[in-house]
């Protein structure tokens, strides 16, 4: 997993899965990476194999860290597997999934 | 390792998953391969993967610490048209909500189930003692479906590894299952409503869509206790007998005691209940307690279209409707068994009532006359009888004997010798002539008594102390034995019980009484009275007893006391099984 700061925005990516393995974790290495200076996170997925309900979990618990400041919290280009299972969950509504 | 087994043909996975959440991904790619190598297509790989994780994951999140140690276990079956995956967990499992609901877009967990639920065609949680089992199916329809291999080949491992799978989880089924009726058996206030649910839950275990159960009653009909729905719930079937409705299936179940399997090619008879259910097969289970048949149970599902041949149900399910089957039939036993322990109590407390009523008849103290010594005794079998005596005194000088027997028991009997005892007091002008009183009697509780089938036999004894003579008056009843120092005498004026003919005429036979003479009264409670060889008592015994008391004069009481003796030790290994009664006069 890297971590990389963009202004106001902190990018993650190199995330091989997200699942109830990893989450918890990720969540918690992603929240003392943001920045007090920072309000968005962009999680880059096109690497992610696998998300499972724990990995939505884990974004969703980001999500609300970012909205606290005013912010969003971005997902970067997901699998079709992932892609379908944010559909199946509404969660594409919520975050911000975008297609580069 | 896991093991892999059949690429071509239907075939099983199986392994076991470590409890530990970062295992799951692993086992999640080894299912993939093995369903990409069954030919299934992305769709499907995406879905079953998903779930899979879902339910590893909650199957090690919520293992108590105490089974940490025991893996998970991963069994996947995928034949041409569906694949099924089991997931066996040891937690302390949990109740499959109705609906799985989507939560709140800010909640971070939750996801789970709906996730489940949405991506398989049905998920089923199976409840145990210890372990529970949650099975995923998932058609592969829309994913050009192998062929299944040609009917009748050899049945290879995988096969029979699929069929042990089946086999396992379906008793595991049917046993937890059962598990959680028996405790719920001590309150079963309703046995309909018991009975529909368990074959409800018995028709989604073996897939059946309708069902009929049906209990004997009378021996010869079969009754619907339960059915899936209330137009199955038709009348009864006369299964033996001359009008017995043969050609029905569930009336041959019945009279063959044997399973009759039935298909949507069965012609039914013209009024089977069963042709509600047209274009089924299924079949219909006849239904036993140890060697006691209880009823019939049928199951039915629709006939698929084209007709496909092969068994409705397979031996694995026969074998879960036949333990249900008849854990329903045991709790059916055990419920009339119940009833008829009340029923018992009802006719205990009847016969209490009775018996406190015939008490009441009894003369607390007998009358005496001039010259004459009487004794009397009433001994009843069981609670109550019928017999009763009574002793009225119209005058200083005379007395009115009277001994019946009512016919029957019960309250019923015992109101009866209530009535005839009120009737005969309140008719002091016919006390001297016992054939006039019999007759007026007779007329009075002639409607009432043959109302209810019932007859009373009496003997009526007017005895004028002063003159030294009776005169004896019989309904039915057993002779009057009259002995004195000439001989004994059996007298048995005629006259039909009361409560038979309306205008039945008695007759009456009058004799002298010189001194020192014996008579007694009796209910055939004596002579029917048997010992443990079956043999009676006997009218001889009693004559051969009654001529040889006239050796000696002795006080009534004494002989009252040494006949009761000698029944008592006639019967002594069996009891009494008639009311005894008798009344003696000495003089």
Redesign the interface.
């Known amino acids: 997993m890297k971590q990389q700061s963009d202004g106001d925005t902190l990018r993650v990516s190199a995330i091989a899965?997200l699942?109830?393995?990893?989450a918890n974790a990720f969540r918690d290495e992603t929240r003392q990476a943001f920045g007090p200076e920072q309000r968005n996170i962009e999680v880059d997925l096109s690497q992610t194999m696998?998300v499972?309900?724990?990995g939505?979990?884990?974004l969703?618990?980001l999500?609300?860290t970012t909205a606290a400041r005013g912010g969003v919290l971005r997902l970067l280009n997901p699998l079709?597997?992932v892609q379908?299972?944010l559909e199946?969950?509404?969660?594409h509504?919520?975050f911000e999934v975008i297609k580069e | 390792m896991p093991e892999i087994s059949g690429a071509s043909r239907p075939a099983a996975l199986r392994f076991a998953l470590p409890c530990e959440?970062?295992q799951?991904?692993q086992a999640?790619q080894t299912v993939h391969r093995f369903l990409m190598e069954q030919g299934c297509g992305e769709d499907i790989l995406?879905a079953c993967?998903?779930a899979l994780?879902?339910a590893c994951?909650n199957a090690?999140?919520y293992a108590p610490e105490s089974a940490r140690a025991r893996s998970v276990g991963v069994e996947i079956t995928c034949g041409a048209g569906q694949l099924e995956i089991r997931v066996t967990d040891h937690t302390l499992g949990f109740d499959w909500p109705e609906r799985v609901e989507?939560p709140a877009?800010?909640?971070?967990?939750?996801?789970?189930l709906?996730?489940i639920q949405?991506?398989m065609d049905s998920a089923q949680y199976l409840r145990g003692k210890g372990e529970n089992i949650l099975v995923l199916r998932k058609s592969r329809s829309s994913t050009g479906a192998k062929q299944e291999s040609p009917p009748g080949a050899p049945m290879d491992n995988d096969r029979l590894i699929t069929g042990l799978l089946d086999e396992v989880s379906s008793c595991y089924e049917s046993l937890s299952a059962i598990f959680r009726y028996s405790t719920e058996q001590s309150k079963i206030k309703d046995l309909k409503k018991f009975a529909r649910r368990l074959l409800t839950d018995l028709s989604a275990i073996v897939s059946a869509e309708w069902f009929v159960f049906r209990t004997v009653q009378n021996q010869t009909q079969i009754e619907v206790l339960a059915a899936s729905e209330s137009a199955l719930d038709m009348g009864s079937i006369i299964y033996r007998g001359e009008n017995s409705d043969s050609g029905f299936l569930e009336a041959e179940a019945a009279a063959t005691r044997k399973t009759v399997l039935f298909d949507e090619n069965r012609e039914l008879a013209g009024a089977d209940p069963l042709r509600l259910k047209p274009r089924s097969r299924g079949l219909v289970f006849p239904v036993f307690v140890g060697e006691n048949f209880v009823g019939t149970l049928t199951l039915g599902k629709s006939a698929a279209p084209g007709g496909s041949t092969g068994r409705t149900f397979t031996a694995s399910q026969t074998n879960v409707i036949a333990t249900f089957a008849q854990f329903l039939a045991i709790q059916i036993v055990n419920a009339r068994l119940q009833e008829e322990l009340v029923a018992n109590r009802i006719i205990a407390r009847e016969l209490e009532i009775a018996g406190s009523i015939q008490r009441s008849l009894l003369l607390k103290e007998l009358p005496q006359l001039p010259g004459f010594e009487l004794a009397a005794l009433c001994r009843s079998a069981h609670q109550v009888g019928g017999d009763f005596y009574d002793i009225l005194k119209p005058s200083e000088d005379t007395a009115l004997l009277v001994i019946a027997d009512v016919m029957g028991k019960g309250v019923l009997a015992a109101m009866f010798a209530a009535i005839l005892r009120a009737v005969l007091r309140a008719t002091p002008e016919l006390n001297s002539q016992p054939a006039a009183l019999l007759t007026r009697v007779n007329q009075l509780l002639f409607d009432e008594l043959s109302g209810v089938d019932m007859f009373i036999t009496a003997q009526l004894v007017f005895v004028d102390a002063k003159a030294r003579k009776l005169v004896v008056g019989s309904a039915g009843h057993c002779p009057l034995l009259v002995a004195d120092a000439s001989g004994m005498k059996s007298l048995s004026p005629e006259g039909m019980p009361l409560g038979i003919l309306p205008d039945t005429v008695f007759a009456s036979e009058t004799v002298e009484l010189p001194v020192n003479c014996r008579v007694l009264l009796y209910t055939d409670g004596l002579t029917e009275a048997m010992d443990a060889a079956g043999e009676r008592y006997g009218q001889d015994r009693l004559t051969d007893w009654f001529r040889k008391t006239q050796a000696q004069a002795r006080p009534a009481r004494d002989l009252q006391e040494e006949l009761a003796n000698k029944l008592a030790q006639f019967q002594l290994k069996t009891g009494l099984n008639d009311d005894q009664t008798f009344l003696i006069m000495t003089g």
């Open positions: 899965e699942t109830a393995a990893n696998a499972d309900s724990c939505l979990g884990a969703v618990a999500h609300k079709p597997p379908q299972l199946l969950t509404r969660m509504r919520i | 959440l970062n799951v991904r999640a995406t993967d998903l994780v879902e994951n090690i999140k989507l877009p800010e909640s971070e967990s939750g996801r789970g709906f996730l949405s991506l």
